[in-house]
């Protein structure tokens, strides 16, 4: 496993934007495919993007689609999750998780390793 932390989550008003950062610990940071899942009160956590190992293949959920980016940068053992047009609705704990495989997964119970969780909130 490895030891994930984020940063970067805050307040913003609705259209703004934010980055999240998740910083890996470790040397075999290519060898995990990597996930964004937001949670809120009394919801299950909620897929938002995967990515695989090298980058090759991002998947994002409908919600997010077209104004969130994911991108990682195996150098600095770092996933990022661009935020624009951010909504009210976004507002959420954002985790990223990492799972040691090649394939791409997109269910939480398939990650095995889990940061501590960015509050992101969005105003209207």
């Known amino acids: 496993q490895v030891q994930l932390v984020e940063s970067g989550g805050g307040l913003v008003q609705a259209g703004g934007s934010l980055r999240l950062s998740c910083l890996a610990s470790g040397r075999t940071f290519s060898s995990y495919a990597m996930g964004w899942f937001r949670q809120t009160p009394g919801k299950e956590r909620e897929f938002v993007a995967a990515m695989s190992r090298y980058g090759g293949a991002t998947y994002y959920a409908d919600s997010v689609k077209g104004r969130f980016t994911m991108s990682r940068d195996n150098a600095k053992n770092t996933v990022y999750l661009q935020m624009n047009s951010l909504k009210p609705e976004d507002t959420a704990v954002y985790y990223c998780?990492?799972?040691?495989?090649?394939?791409?997964?997109?269910?939480?119970?398939?990650?095995?390793?889990w940061g501590q969780g960015a509050q992101v909130t969005v105003s209207s």
């Open positions: 998780a990492a799972v040691l495989t090649v394939t791409v997964r997109f269910s939480p119970e398939e990650y095995d390793s």
